[in-house]
Every structure is written in structure tokens, then in C-alpha cells.
């Protein structure tokens, strides 16, 4: 294997550990803990054990982190009700609601009822258009995790070519549009590109956000390109015995690996990111509440 493997584990806990020294300073100015807000909706077991993650690592970094319950069968309406009473609460600074939601219930419509300002997933419409504006705003995690780990891999990355396969409001397209904020030259590839293979071949950096098990063959990987894997694909490992899984991206990571000059893997790469992401979108979203300028707290433009 030529790639460095990129721990994306190991890059998640110091920035959770930087996210805990502001929270501490934070904390000595506001009077009280930044406080992240976590609605669980329903009883989806995977769900569950994303929130239960969210939430552990907030409290570690030292912010107030509060789970709210409700069964499957609430109402769209309560739903709703239950984002505004966050939104007017000031000891919340970030709102969080885990998807996906039961399907009665219009997730866009609960998501765009949070305060764009507690938006600390970065997915309501109103920072959807900061970011394409290039304003200040609250970023979505996981792309923003991507970004950051190709800019450690590589450093300054002006001029380079990105293909973001996937165009999915929650990572492919914000993925691109924060690609190009660092001045890449972006392509989006979707389920009717035709010559994507081409296309992988020629790109520096490939952010692979489709959810289909190793779809990405290792050959096709530019020789010394940074792959970011952020597919989750649980598939059968009959190696491990009878009824036995294991995760797995969207790139055939072994063969990738022989091309890459960077990869990350699945699990251990981009997944930790999004969560560390979030603590630092609410370690922002309460200073500028608070009108307090930290350093390390800015994002976006500005
Ligand atoms: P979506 O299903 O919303 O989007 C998938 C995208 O892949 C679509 O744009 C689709 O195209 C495209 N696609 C499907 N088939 C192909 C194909 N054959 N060739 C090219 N593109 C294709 O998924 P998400 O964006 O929400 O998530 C993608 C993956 O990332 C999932 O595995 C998910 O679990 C994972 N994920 C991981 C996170 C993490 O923290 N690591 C966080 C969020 C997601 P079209 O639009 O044309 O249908």
C-alpha cells in the first residue's frame, strides 16, 4: 500500500480537545456551559446510537448536552413546537434533529423551523444560501470534515480538481460549494453522469458520497490523489461468521490504497469528523450568540 491512511479518529480528538479548551473559556464568559440540543425522534436503532455518540462527545468537551425523546407517533406540528421551544431557550446555542424522521413528518419543514443561528448541522435553507452566498454561516458537518482533512492531507488547495460524487443536500452538494470556497475546480457527479470513471481518473481529490459498497474500483484513482470515503455500507462478512457484517465506503479501499497518495478509511475516517465538526459548530454558534469573537470559533467567510 503506498496511500497514507488517514485517522480521521485521531484528527476528530484533538479537534474535540481544542473544542473543550474554547468551551472552558467560553464557559468563564457566558456564565454557564454552551449547551447542544439533540431531538430523537422515534425508535430507529442506528439513530440511536448516533445520538447517544453526539451527545457523549459534547458533554466531554464540556458543553451541557440535552437528549430529547418522542415517540414515533408525534405530529409534525409537535415536532415543530418542540424546535421553537429550543429556539427560545438561551441556554441552547445548538438544535440538532437526528434524521431520519418518521415519514409522516416533512423533515424539511422541521429542519428550516430551527434558528439558523442554532443550526449546528448546517442543513436549514437559510445556511444552505450563506454558504452559497459565501456568508458567515453555520457549515454542515460532514463536508466540512472532508474539507478540513484534504487540507491537512495537502495543504493549500487552490487549483485543485475535486469530483464530489453524490449530489444529496446533506453532503454532495455542500461538499462542492466548500470545495470551491478553498478554490478548487469542482465537479458533481450524480447517478446519470456517464463517463465517471473518466472523470475520477483526472481529479485530485475525490469525495465518494453515494452509498453503494466499493462502487469505486481502485484503478479508478489518480495516482497520488486524496480519496475521502463517505459512504456507510454494512455488507455480510461470512469471514467473521455466519450472520456476521462489516462496514465498508464507497471505495474498494485495498485497491484504492495502491493508487492514493491519501485515503481514508470506513470506519475511522470521515465518520468521527462529523461529529467533531458539530461540537465545533456549537462551540461557534454560542460565541457569536454571545457576541463573543474566540479565536478558532469563525467559519466560513469572513
Ligand atoms: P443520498 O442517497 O441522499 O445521495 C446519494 C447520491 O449518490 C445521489 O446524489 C445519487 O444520485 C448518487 N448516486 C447513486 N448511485 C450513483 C451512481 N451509480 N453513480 C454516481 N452517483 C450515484 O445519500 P447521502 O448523501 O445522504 O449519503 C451518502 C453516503 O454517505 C451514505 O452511505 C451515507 O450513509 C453516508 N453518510 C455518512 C456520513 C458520515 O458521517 N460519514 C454522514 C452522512 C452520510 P442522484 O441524485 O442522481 O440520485
Excluded at 116 to 143: I, N, Q, Y
Aim: glycine content about 10%.
Amino acid at each position: 500500500m503506498t496511500a497514507t491512511i488517514i485517522d480521521g479518529k485521531a484528527v476528530a480528538a484533538e479537534i474535540d480537545r481544542r473544542v473543550g479548551e474554547a468551551v472552558a473559556q467560553l464557559e468563564g464568559l457566558l456564565g454557564r456551559k454552551p449547551g447542544l440540543a439533540v431531538v430523537l425522534i422515534g425508535e430507529d436503532p442506528a439513530s440511536e446510537v448516533y445520538v447517544r455518540n453526539k451527545v457523549r462527545r459534547a458533554t466531554r468537551a464540556g458543553m451541557n448536552s440535552t437528549e430529547i425523546r418522542k415517540p414515533a407517533t408525534i405530529s409534525q406540528d409537535e415536532a415543530i413546537t418542540i424546535v421553537r421551544q429550543l429556539n427560545d431557550n438561551p441556554s441552547v446555542d445548538g438544535i440538532l434533529v437526528q434524521m431520519p424522521l418518521p415519514d409522516h413528518i416533512d423533515a424539511g419543514a422541521v429542519i428550516d423551523a430551527i434558528d439558523p443561528d442554532k443550526d449546528v448541522d448546517g442543513l436549514t435553507a437559510v445556511s444552505a444560501g450563506r454558504l452559497l452566498a459565501g456568508e458567515e454561516g453555520l457549515r454542515p458537518c460532514t463536508p466540512a470534515g472532508c474539507v478540513l482533512l484534504a487540507e491537512q492531507a495537502m495543504g493549500d488547495l487552490t487549483g485543485k480538481s475535486v469530483l464530489v460524487i453524490g449530489r444529496s443536500i446533506l453532503v454532495g452538494k455542500p461538499a462542492a460549494l466548500l470545495f470551491l470556497e478553498k478554490n478548487c475546480t469542482v465537479t458533481i457527479a450524480h447517478s446519470r453522469t456517464v463517463n465517471l470513471p473518466e472523470l475520477c481518473r483526472s481529479a485530485d481529490i475525490v469525495v465518494a458520497a453515494v452509498g453503494r459498497p466499493e462502487m469505486i474500483p481502485g484503478d479508478w484513482i489518480k495516482p497520488g490523489a486524496c480519496v475521502l470515503d463517505v459512504g456507510i455500507n454494512r455488507v455480510a462478512a461470512p469471514e467473521k461468521g455466519e450472520g456476521q457484517t462489516r462496514l465498508v465506503g464507497d471505495v474498494a479501499f485495498e485497491a484504492a490504497s495502491r493508487n492514493a497518495g491519501w485515503i481514508t478509511p470506513v470506519p475511522g475516517g470521515i465518520g468521527p469528523m462529523t461529529i467533531a465538526m458539530l461540537l465545533r459548530n456549537t462551540m461557534t454558534a454560542a460565541a457569536r450568540r454571545a457576541d463573543i469573537d474566540l479565536a478558532g470559533t469563525r467559519q466560513g467567510a469572513g
